[in-house]
């Protein structure tokens, strides 16, 4: 009898090790989502460390990572989605590019920023692995959202930088007025880019069904919309746009969708007397090339990326080499051009550039299967897992949206939320797991 209750105890400790090294590993997924879009305030509290913010996250996911694996039953789950198989030929491919393009010492710095945002998404595969530890990560990407649009919101008060140090973020502007880039030290745009992707997980849960936070997520909805005009990103709005769609599309079968779409379409125009001259300016600049002299240059970068896919279609022209190419004699005379380089402002045409035809279509295949593996966890009979894949679906569609118009295939949050997605996918095709 003393012998059974040893090998309970025994039992009883290991599956409290156990669980305690689960919850643990949860912890670096965590920050590294919250931080991802308030990297201003990471690189605030690592200024004064020898090694910053990414660094040690990164080193903390892979060390939770391995922990993970040591656990048992664990190292089965390691490379068993076609999603992780995908991801890792992008980058095997990225690395063959770089070996055959020429300018290969800015391709390697690429390739190190390309793997930073890739390996949080192997990380993911292996500590989310149940639904819940899947929502806790979209959730800790829409308090970092929250976060962002109230120092926007802020910032347009009192004209003042409150977190934003980097050049990227504090020097841009239209027509003399400053953009805010929120809790980030990347460009506007790009931090617009991510704080719309903390909105649309919460406007995917709001009109889910989500009863428990609806009042929070409604604010969190009108305040990040707001924040977004405030922050004149056309790209980021766009996508907003995109994403409301899909949401509204939810109820098709509805008998007041048509009354939901000729009001979301009364309330869009009814809104724009409302909205700031200079986000107004910057959609009908569009049209009005003198109004907005950046437009020969993104027409210039599709025009000179689409040359170079010509002149190397298989392999293209090597990861980051793009804006090396960008500064070369053969195309000084592009309207808009710049003399010091510039990335391709479009996702996908900037993949089959640099990596060619066969890295385009991974990126596109690996992108494809996340969307199709959360549209495959939306339908799971486990509420949590269902509205957790709905949102990283419609979070992941929007920012594809966003990408036509900005160099993003290594964004961090990119290939974050694709990696929620492909996860949701798979637990919904594992009864046991999403149970």
């Not at 690189?43 to 990414?54: D, F, M, Q, V, W």
């Not at 290939?415 to 095709?429: E, K, T």
Request: hydrophobic share 55%.
């Amino acid at each position: 009898m003393s012998s059974a209750s040893t090998v309970d105890a025994h039992g009883g400790v290991t599956g409290s090790a156990t669980a305690q090294v689960r919850a643990l590993a949860v912890v670096p997924l965590l920050v590294y989502a919250v931080l991802t879009q308030l990297d201003a305030l990471g690189n605030r509290l690592s200024a004064y460390s020898p090694i910053g913010t990414t660094p040690l996250l990164l080193g903390a996911l892979v060390a939770a990572t391995g922990a993970m694996l040591l656990l048992p039953g664990a190292s089965r789950r390691l490379g068993e989605t076609m999603g992780a198989r995908l991801v890792a030929a992008l980058f095997c491919w990225a690395v063959f590019c770089w070996a055959l393009s020429r300018h290969q010492s800015e391709g390697l710095t690429y390739l190190g920023k390309l793997a930073a945002a890739l390996l949080p998404a192997f990380c993911l595969f292996i500590i989310a692995d149940t639904p819940v530890r899947l929502r806790a990560v979209l959730c800790a990407i829409v308090a970092a959202g929250a976060v962002s649009a109230a120092i926007v919101l802020v910032e347009h008060h009192t004209h003042a930088r409150l977190l934003s140090t980097s050049v990227a973020a504090t020097t841009a502007g239209f027509e003399g007025v400053a953009r805010s880039a929120g809790g980030s030290d990347e460009n506007p745009t790009t931090a617009a880019q991510m704080l719309l992707v903390s909105i649309l997980i919460a406007a995917a849960w709001l009109f889910s069904g989500e009863r428990r936070w609806r009042w929070p997520l409604a604010a969190l909805v009108a305040a990040g919309a707001l924040a977004l005009v405030f922050m004149s990103a056309r790209s980021a709005l766009i996508g907003l746009a995109a994403g409301a769609a899909l949401i509204a599309l939810g109820f098709r079968r509805r008998g007041f969708f048509p009354l939901l779409v000729v009001g979301g379409i009364v309330a869009l125009l009814g809104a724009v007397p409302f909205l700031p001259p200079t986000l107004v300016d910057r959609f009908t600049a569009i049209g009005d090339f003198g109004q907005d002299p950046t437009l020969y240059r993104r027409i210039s970068y599709l025009r000179i990326g689409w040359d170079l896919f010509q002149q190397s279609p298989v392999w293209g022209v090597g990861p980051g080499n793009f804006p090396l190419y960008y500064v070369t004699d053969a195309y000084r005379w592009m309207p808009g051009r710049e003399p010091f380089p510039r990335e391709l402002h479009n996702t996908y045409l900037d993949a089959a550039t640099e990596l060619g035809a066969i890295g385009f279509l991974l990126f596109a295949a690996t992108l494809g299967h996340a969307l199709r593996a959360a549209w495959r966890g939306a339908g799971s009979i486990d509420p949590v897992l269902r509205r957790t894949a709905r949102a990283a679906g419609i979070a992941l569609a929007g920012l594809m949206v966003a990408c036509f118009f900005m160099p993003h295939k290594d964004l961090r949050y990119l290939w974050l939320i694709a990696g929620i997605a492909i996860q949701s996918g798979r637990l919904s095709s594992r009864p046991g797991e999403a149970a």
